[in-house]
């Protein structure tokens, strides 16, 4: 049974750092890239970062590059995300997912995410 299983959120305030971890199991985790989105109430679910099976490739979105780090430990099956000076707008439900490419196929496992809100 694929699991992903997000955790390290909570209340922080602005200026603030968070890890988020997802813990995989279910599937040969090194095989799947992965990857942290995230969805805002009342917004659509936008990519967050995204790392390469081995890790040896990573892609950041412009609107929080330099501001977060994902990893991935794939002795561990679980990949992380470090979030530093956290911002309001980036409060929101923050899922980690999994991906594979095989020819034209894509296959995606989802986690149920974790909540990360930003206030003073």
């Known amino acids: 049974q694929v699991q992903l299983v997000e955790s390290g959120g909570g209340l922080v305030q602005p200026g603030g750092s968070l890890t988020l971890s997802c813990a995989a199991s279910?599937?040969?985790?090194?095989?799947?890239?992965m990857s942290w989105y995230r969805q805002a109430s009342g917004k659509e679910r936008e990519l967050v970062a995204a790392?390469?099976?081995?890790?040896?490739?990573?892609n950041y979105a412009d609107s929080i590059k330099g501001r977060v780090t994902i990893s991935r430990d794939n002795a561990k099956n679980t990949v992380y995300l470090q979030m530093n000076n956290l911002k309001p707008e980036d409060t929101a439900v923050y899922l980690c997912?999994?991906?594979?490419?095989?020819?034209?196929?894509?296959?995606?496992?989802w986690g149920q995410g974790t909540q990360v809100t930003v206030s003073s």
């Open positions: 279910g599937f040969t985790f090194s095989l799947y890239a």
């Open positions: 997912n999994a991906r594979r490419v095989i020819g034209s196929k894509s296959v995606d496992y």
């Open positions: 790392i390469s099976g081995v890790g040896g490739s990573t």
